[in-house]
């Protein structure tokens, strides 16, 4: 099979402080990603996450500096979309309200707000607490992608709570299409084609074989969906890559096949819970039409790495656009296979 798990091994040598200034050794992995050949590294240093802090204060001056998705300010205080766009200016769905975003990042941008209430504990973010908003944001790209057939490319995006950029503590998550994909997105789509020049066989489905006969980093299968730790992780906690075995677009695919990316997430917030992780990123990719791709997501974990605050973000990811993990994602998988089971 042409998948390959490639990997640098290295070890940086010091005098140690904690150890009398003997001589020691820090070992390094540095990572190509099966699919993109992008690098990230890897290390196994014994970090524990701060205790998660008391939110009550952060919560109340939210609501106190206003939100706009609040039942009680919503419907003056936020957009409508074209009826020719969104018949009714805003999608409906269950608890869920999708509205125009104030600030788009494309030539279609949505906010799905999940429910009326300010703000959901992770460890509330159930399936069924959660799918409405999905559901909504789904029925947006369906709208779009029937009314203009140069629309492309589909994100479904989640930044919850601040340290994972989100600016509004009220739950929401953010809906995307457009004519020019991300850079990741583009990345990956080469990357799906030059694969299958070369093996004549796909990506995705050989990547799923690869990695649960590997078993180590195979969480497990919910429905169409595979849950895998990336082996190259994209945070400073290692992430969780979802792969739709069978479905390319958003703009195919129904509710019920798509409630297990959302149960198979919410497992994965359980997880974080129990690590006192309070915050995360989710983006969710999608094309209208493409033989070589796979809907497929990322669940990132963000955190304030230290009581002092700061971000686990640093001049490496942000400008040199190279990750590092400080947990190895196979030490990890054990504990969220067992969750992702219940």
């Known amino acids: 099979m042409p998948i390959s798990f490639n990997k640098i091994e290295a070890k940086a040598r010091i005098r140690n402080p904690f150890k009398d200034f003997m001589l020691d050794e820090i070992p390094l992995e540095i990572r190509f990603d099966p699919l993109t050949g992008q690098t990230g590294r890897v290390f196994d240093l014994p970090y524990r996450p701060p205790e998660r802090p008391d939110l009550s204060k952060m919560i109340q001056q939210s609501k106190e500096l206003f939100c706009p998705f609040c039942p009680e300010a919503l419907e003056k205080s936020t957009p409508l979309f074209p009826e020719d766009v969104v018949p009714g200016g805003r999608v409906k769905k269950g608890q869920a309200l999708l509205i125009p975003n104030l600030l788009p990042l494309d030539k279609y941008a949505g906010v799905s707000i999940l429910s009326p209430e300010h703000y959901i504990a992770i460890e509330d973010l159930t399936a069924e607490k959660i799918a409405d908003g999905f559901y909504a944001a789904l029925q947006f790209v369906k709208m779009i992608s029937r009314f203009d ?148 997501a990322r669940v990132c974990p963000r955190l304030l790495t230290r009581p002092i605050g700061n971000s686990d973000q640093t001049y490496l990811q942000i400008i040199h656009r190279e990750t590092y993990s400080v947990w190895p994602p196979e030490s990890v998988c054990q504990r969220i296979r067992e969750i992702f089971r219940e």
């Open 149 to 296: 057939p140069l629309v492309n490319f589909y994100y479904i995006n989640w930044n919850y709570m601040p340290p994972a950029g989100s600016s509004i503590v009220h739950p929401h998550l953010q809906v995307n299409c457009g004519e020019v994909p991300t850079n990741q997105h583009r990345i990956q789509m080469e990357a799906c084609r030059k694969y299958y020049e070369k093996n004549r066989s796909h990506f995705w489905p050989d990547f799923i074989e690869a990695e649960q006969k590997l078993g180590e980093r195979f969480i497990g299968k919910k429905g169409p969906t595979y849950w895998f730790m990336s082996y190259v992780p994209q945070s400073f906690l290692p992430d969780i890559w979802c792969i739709v075995g069978e479905h390319d677009s958003f703009c195919g695919i129904e509710e019920d096949e798509f409630f297990p990316v959302i149960k198979g997430l919410s497992k994965i917030l359980k997880y974080f819970s129990l690590e006192n992780i309070y915050s995360f990123n989710v983006s969710i990719f999608s094309v209208r039409e493409d033989d070589y791709f796979r809907i497929n």
